[in-house]
């Protein structure tokens, strides 16, 4: 009886154990229509695709970091498509002043078919206030790709996506007007089966107070 007691109050822990990882896990809920003071766009984005919805950070949080889903078979012949997706990382004002990444959101709008997720890049201090997009213009009978990198300002400092090499780097978009970026909205173009893929082809974000 005692050993069922014992066996029985072990189980109890490790349940209570495994609850509380499962709740330190927990991400915030994002906020699909928080209320935002400026959008940032750059003047070298392509408009072959059709726009996604837009996608905000929770309630006081702000991106400080992002990463991308990037098209990198090379060496074959085919249809590639370079940058098909752009998350962006969002965590609190008390976190990010103690560089604390752990419980942090992350956002998307539309995303393409291709490729993988790189790895999230950093602010080393503060949040992202504007970005820069590399572009490749169109190739008339050659393989578009249209946007194929991107760049953020931080607060302090610049990140520069693993994107592909190609295409040229546009304007700046503006700076914040606010804390710093805290939605997202994409402009993707869908499969088009037997012909020429772009995946995406602009982006726009979102400052919040």
Known sequence: MHYFISLMFSL???????????????RPERSTNRHYRSELTVPNGIGWGTWGDRDMCPLGMYAAGFS???????GLPGDLT???GIRLHCINVLDRSLNLYHNYASVRSEVG???????????HSGFLTAFQLRVEKYQGAGDDTAATNIKF???QGFLEGDGRGWGD??????????????GIKTNI?????????????????????
């Open 12 to 26: 109890l822990v490790i349940i209570g154990l495994q609850v509380s990882v499962q709740a330190g896990e927990k």
């Open 68 to 74: 991308l889903k990037v098209d990198t078979v090379d």
């Open 82 to 84: 370079a940058v098909n």
């Open 113 to 123: 078919s291709w490729g993988r997720w790189t790895e999230i890049k950093w602010c």
């Open 153 to 155: 300002k931080c607060s």
């Open 169 to 182: 780097w546009g304007d700046w978009s503006q700076t914040c007007e606010g804390k710093g970026i805290c």
């Open 189 to 209: 173009e869908k499969p088009q089966e037997a012909l020429d893929d772009t995946a995406l082809d602009d982006v726009r974000m979102y400052c919040c107070d």
